[in-house]
């Protein structure tokens, strides 16, 4: 119980990943905890982003299997794929999962206001629609982020983020995303699966920015194999809407080409939600995109409150968000300070084939050390080969040459996810590539074939 002049130990404000973990342990611990969620517990990974988004994947991969199966002796009528059937039953999925993270929280102890909050001093948080304010002993900010709008676009009006995908009233016939990053790249193959006439359009030359440049090309290449139009080096010019009736828009681009769609969707990034939340009347001090600065104890530049998840924008993966709500909960209640390690964590983007990948891209560590040494294979996975030969995967070893540490894997292909998790673990404890070679192969499997990489690619 509270042991001060406070209404609460604990006021955070946003139910999602970081938020939910952070709360309930810290209820779980003994501690008079609240917190504020102004749309739905369970935040974007929940609500709008990792898990239905995953379900999309599904969905959208069945046309691929459809065809598999086929090629494996199955006959079966021409397949048909109901939008709203399988966008309801997402939406019961979701609302159970959220309905979950609510029951979770109050069973622990946690009273949860349906309510916008917004600070308005170091230990003081305003309860928007109620319209009356709470004290704290400390306030934890975990609010996520939200979908950039380019404002300054002709016709943003007219276009919808990836907030709106999963909630549309029909199947798109034409759809045109901007952006090359996690979620246009993962969109693009899900409407192109789905049968979906799909564009994106990236003002660079390869997708996905930031990774190894071998899992760009992978995937930009994947995208076209896909049929989806991939158009680079420019940006939308304006978006108008051509039939307001049918729905339909045109997209002008900055290199002069037009296309009509009747669906124009922006993931050009996503931005921390702290406007208007009343962080400057508390003194958090925020970077120029709008994040909450934090020190590696996820305390902001006021005493007394701290900041976890996307809104910090450290490493925005549900995950991560996890780790930083469980790390504050040992910092402040626990016996010594836990500062969240964000180091070697294996990601996923689930373009279709996904791409899983930890540690050092291969550009990064020749940057940073003398020798490196680079295992490469591109081979045709065993399903694929009496159905889809066209099939490929990816699998990429980033070694250090001096003590043969393997610094980085870079996957492409079906599975990459799944294996990613458990190498990350070798990758995470800094074995050797001799130890990922005395590990034995398990026949026949996709990632047997990282431990079984002999020759070495002869540097360029
Ligand atoms: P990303 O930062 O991954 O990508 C943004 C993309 O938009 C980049 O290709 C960028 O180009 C482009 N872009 C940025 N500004 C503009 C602009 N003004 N005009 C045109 N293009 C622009 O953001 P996302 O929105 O895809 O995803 C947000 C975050 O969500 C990710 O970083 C990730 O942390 C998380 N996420 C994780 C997923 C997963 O784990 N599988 C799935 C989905 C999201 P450029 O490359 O030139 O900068």
Redesign the pocket.
Known sequence: MADHPFNYDLFTIGAGSGGVRASRLSAMMGKKVAVAEEYRPGGACVIR??VP?KFMVYASSYARHFKQAHGYGWEMGEPEFDWIRFRDAMSAEVDRLSGIYARNLTNAGVELFEDRAVVEGSNTVRLVNQNRTVTAKHILVAVGGT??R?NDLPGVEYAISSNELFHLETLPRHIVI???????C?FAHIFAGLGVDTCLV???ET?L?GFDDDIRTAVHKGLKEANVQVITHT?FEKIELVDEHAGLKRVTLKNGDVLDADQVVL????DPCTRGLGLETAGVELDARGAIKVDAYSRTTANGIYAVGDVTNRI??TPVAIREGAAFVDTVYGSKPHACDHSTIA????TQPPVGTVGHTEAEARKEFDQIDIYKTVFRPMKGVITNPQDWMMMKLVVRTLDQVVLGVHLVGDEAPEIIQAVGIAVKAGLTKAQFDATCAVHPTLAEELVTMKDKVSPV
């Open positions: 982003g990792c988004k979908p950039n380019d901007a952006g090359g990053g996690f979620i246009a993962e990236y003002r660079g997708v920015r940006v993931a050009i990034g996503r925005n993966l990601r996923a983007v689930f």
